[in-house]
């Protein structure tokens, strides 16, 4: 906490408070684009149920809920990809049995038979904690039809209410959510551009990215939510058209999710100052904004694309076929999983593309474009052999990117350089699986083989991988790669110009002056396929520790494993 002495070496109260252009003071409430007020206080969105584990509250309400016995559920919103034995490892969609959160960073859970800390921020817990059991009703067949209905209608009733605290939590978390992007927008954002003299205008877009535009979008998305929102009877709610209508709208969130990590990075930069630290405690503190530093609050655009298609699914799961609403929510939570992930994916080909300019810059006597002036994914790589028509091989090291494929030579005594050695359009190629035996066009005998055939010229490459399996991964990488480019067509996949110059700048003054190596080549591992995108994970990849893409987020430390053991033994002390 900031001492008031070291909030006013920056500005007296006085100036800090918001003025409108008439003099009188800005009013807090929500103002719509029509000009009407809607003023949600904070406490008035956070009211307990008892049956709703409220935002801000989660803490509390587990704890008494354990201690009754009861079971506790959570939802993974990321990957947690740890090599910490002490940790949970777990991957987005994952169901997680929370056992302790006494500690508000990191809980304690079990998942697969296994039980670890994992770190808070990176679940959302279940609205309807306990939930009847499918088989409730296969029990009831001795018992008579009087209470058989009397059983269904029970049932009916829980149903409804469990849809009802979804529509709660949805329709809360929303409120909740515009409240902190309104603070990040007046609290911080406001602020800061007065202080020219410690922020340029490329830090602050840096570190905000387009969060005032996702605020103006949010307002308009709540206020349609509002209108659906059936106050007296909350589960005959029908919402699933506000999202439907506004699917276009949520792919702002692709541009501040790509930004989040430099964000952090920035951020992380200017608060190793003190007087940074004591600013942004100073503009949290005269927002009268809950206890989370920036950080946190910059976190919430990237963590509520990813809980809307958990939320949705919930509500799908309560949500009976007959309701009025039923077809619509259905859509919904496709279209909010494929938003997700077309975010998600769009974040990891930023950093993959990273990854490939620095692998460009280590190979020797590059040619020609760029990889990434037509690629921005590596797909498969390994060693085969290249056949010429007159029966000469050449061992060659390939790799397969979206549109082309890389021919490389491993150096013969460091065998960590690579040299270019050319490259094939595979836009412009089909390929031709062989079997076994004598090639009747080649007139050579060939074994686990295929060919690349030009579509529009008499040019041929053929290839020879070791082992039948080395072939199959090729073909399946093959097909991988032809639906990858249709995928990004559909989707309007792309990386902006800027982008690829930038990342072939850094990587440039990366390797300046370093020995040739393709130590920093991007990875694909050959045994894994790549699923289409609609059933990939709604997470952050993989491919970069979520340690570094949440620096700022992930709690720093964990709780020490003994205080957990001694906790538990606790009931046996005299």
């Not at 939320?311 to 859509?331: C, F, G, P, R, V």
Request: charged content about 30%; aromatic content about 8%; hydrophobic content about 35%.
């Amino acid at each position: 906490m900031v001492a008031r002495g070291e909030i006013a070496r920056f500005w007296s109260l006085e100036s800090l408070h918001m003025v409108s252009s008439d003099g009188g003071t800005e009013s807090s409430a929500l103002v719509d684009d029509n000009g009407s007020e809607e003023d949600y206080s904070y406490e008035d969105i956070c009211q307990a149920n008892p049956r709703y584990l409220q935002p801000g509250g989660e803490q509390l309400a587990i704890n008494e809920l354990i201690s009754d016995g009861s079971v506790v559920c959570a939802e993974a919103l990321w990957d947690h990809v740890t090599m910490d034995d002490q940790e949970l490892g777990f991957k987005a969609g994952d169901v997680i049995q929370v056992l302790e959160a006494s500690n508000k960073d990191w809980w304690w859970g079990r998942s697969e038979d296994k039980e670890a800390w994992f770190p808070a921020s990176f679940v959302r817990l279940r609205v309807n904690q306990e939930e009847l059991s499918e088989n409730s009703s296969s029990t009831q067949g001795e018992e008579q039809e009087e209470d058989v209905g009397k059983n269904r209608h029970r049932h009916l009733e829980s149903k409804h209410q469990m849809r009802t605290n979804v529509i709660q939590e949805i329709m809360n978390t929303e409120r909740v959510y515009i409240k902190h992007l309104k603070d990040i927008c007046e609290g911080y954002i406001r602020q800061c551009r007065k202080h020219t003299g410690m922020f340029t205008v490329a830090q602050l877009a840096t570190i905000f990215g387009n969060i005032e535009d996702i605020y103006k979008f949010q307002r308009k998305f709540l206020k349609d939510l509002e209108k659906q929102y059936n106050k007296e009877e909350p589960h005959l709610s029908e919402i699933g058209s506000c999202f439907l209508q506004h699917q276009e709208g949520f792919a702002i969130y692709s541009e501040y999710c790509n930004n989040h990590p430099g964000a952090c990075a920035e951020l992380s930069r200017l608060m190793k100052q003190g007087r940074y630290r004591h600013f942004f405690e100073a503009c949290r503190l005269l927002q009268q904004m809950i206890d989370i530093a920036i950080d946190g609050f910059l976190l919430t655009p990237v963590q509520k694309i990813c809980k809307y298609p958990l939320q949705l699914a919930e509500l799908l799961k309560y949500t009976t076929q007959e309701h009025s609403d039923y077809n619509n929510i259905k859509a919904a939570y496709e279209a909010m999983k494929n938003v997700a992930c077309l975010i998600n994916e769009r974040k990891r080909r930023l950093e993959s593309i990273d990854k490939i300019a620095r692998w460009q810059v280590s190979i020797v006597g590059w040619e020609g474009l760029d990889i990434l002036e037509r690629s921005s994914e590596l797909i498969h790589s390994g060693e085969l052999t290249q056949v010429s028509r007159h029966g000469k091989s050449q061992q060659r090291t390939f790799f397969l990117f979206d549109h082309q494929l890389v021919s490389c030579k491993k150096d013969l005594l460091r065998r960590d350089v690579l040299y270019y050695r050319g490259r094939t359009d595979m836009d412009e190629v089909r390929l031709v699986d062989l079997e076994d035996g004598r090639d009747k066009d080649w007139n050579l005998s060939v074994k686990n083989a295929f060919k690349l055939v030009s579509k529009t010229t008499d040019e041929v490459h053929l290839f020879c991988a070791k082992k039948q399996e080395d072939k199959a991964r090729w073909l399946q990488a093959c097909g991988d790669e032809r639906r990858r480019v249709r995928e990004d067509r559909e989707m309007g996949m792309e990386i902006s110009e800027n982008q690829k110059k930038l990342a072939m700048l850094n990587a440039q003054k990366a390797g300046h002056g370093k020995s040739k190596g393709y130590s920093a080549c991007p990875v694909a591992l050959p045994h894994q396929s790549l699923h289409p995108l609609h059933q990939r994970h709604v997470t952050v990849p993989t491919s970069v520790p979520q340690q570094q893409v949440f620096a700022l987020a992930e709690p720093k430390r964990k709780p020490s494993l003994f205080w957990h053991t001694f906790n538990k033994l606790t009931p046996f002390k005299k």
